[in-house]
């Protein structure tokens, strides 16, 4: 599978930003999926995560409650939501897929990468 983000961009603190990955390739719908974020400087941590079905989710404790990660098996796209942006969320953002059913919650679960989108957060 192939992974394409976008929807990076620069973006005042406090608003909101949608990131959205699509895939190509077969079978979309088999692959839990997540998100990731490398800040400059700094090594690529995980964000968020969402199973096969999209019925669960994970946050990382800095986005928890101001973030929504989702899918669309029918378009082949995973989005993250984000809102009440921060400063500290500057960073290029990378989704990831993963032959597995659950959640992985680092980078060694996921086997597919996408190359990343840059989000700016002004203060």
């Known amino acids: 599978v192939q992974l394409q983000a976008s929807g990076g961009g620069l973006v005042q603190a406090g608003g909101s930003l949608r990131l959205s990955c699509a895939a190509s390739?077969?079978?979309?719908?088999?692959?839990?999926l997540g998100w990731f974020r490398q800040a400059p400087g700094k090594e690529r941590k995980f964000v968020a995560a969402v199973n096969q079905s999209g019925t669960g989710t994970y946050y990382e404790d800095s986005v928890k409650g101001r973030s929504t990660i989702s899918r669309d098996n029918a378009k082949n796209t995973v989005y993250l939501q984000m809102n009440k942006v921060k400063p500290e969320d500057t960073a290029v953002y990378y989704c990831a897929a993963r032959n597995e059913c659950s959640m992985g919650l680092s980078q060694a679960n996921y086997n597919y990468w996408g190359q990343g989108t840059q989000v700016t957060v002004s203060s």
């Open positions: 390739g077969p079978s979309f719908s088999i692959y839990s």
